[in-house]
Nanobody, 121 residues
Framework: QVQLVESGGGWVQAGGSLRLDCSAS????????MAWYRQAPGAKRELVAA???????HYRDYVKGRFTISIDNAKNSVHLQMQSLKPEDTAVYYC???????????????WGQGAQVTVSS
């Protein structure tokens, strides 16, 4: 079973920086895009940033200029560098991959287990 393994996150004061990393356990997976979502307590899960294997990126307005998403196609991994963090960035961050298994034309969503990011004021 394919797993996305997340690492990083933690606690930081407002204005600080954190990094999130995520790697797929199956290196033969044909990944088309990867992304980071977040879910704050009592809120819906929302897209934060996404990137295709070609390097095209998309950011939510409230993280533009502060967060940077990058992808390592050779390692089937994605990273999120977060700077100038604000208390409202506090949430559980989830890694996502849209990918197909070898020999298949069907794409599926795969999810990481979530990483807590806490920003104190």
């Amino acid at each position: 079973q394919v797993q996305l393994v997340e690492s990083g996150g933690g606690w930081v004061q407002a204005g600080g920086s954190l990094r999130l990393d995520c790697s797929a356990s199956e290196t033969t997976l044909n990944i088309n895009a990867m992304a980071w979502y977040r879910q704050a307590p009592g809120a819906k899960r929302e897209l934060v940033a996404a990137i295709t294997i070609d390097g095209d990126t998309h950011y939510r307005d409230y993280v533009k200029g502060r967060f940077t998403i990058s992808i390592d196609n050779a390692k089937n991994s994605v990273h999120l560098q977060m700077q100038s963090l604000k208390p409202e960035d506090t949430a559980v961050y989830y890694c996502n991959a849209v990918a197909a298994k070898p020999g298949s034309n069907f794409n599926y969503d795969y999810w990481g287990q979530g990483a807590q990011v806490t920003v104190s004021s």
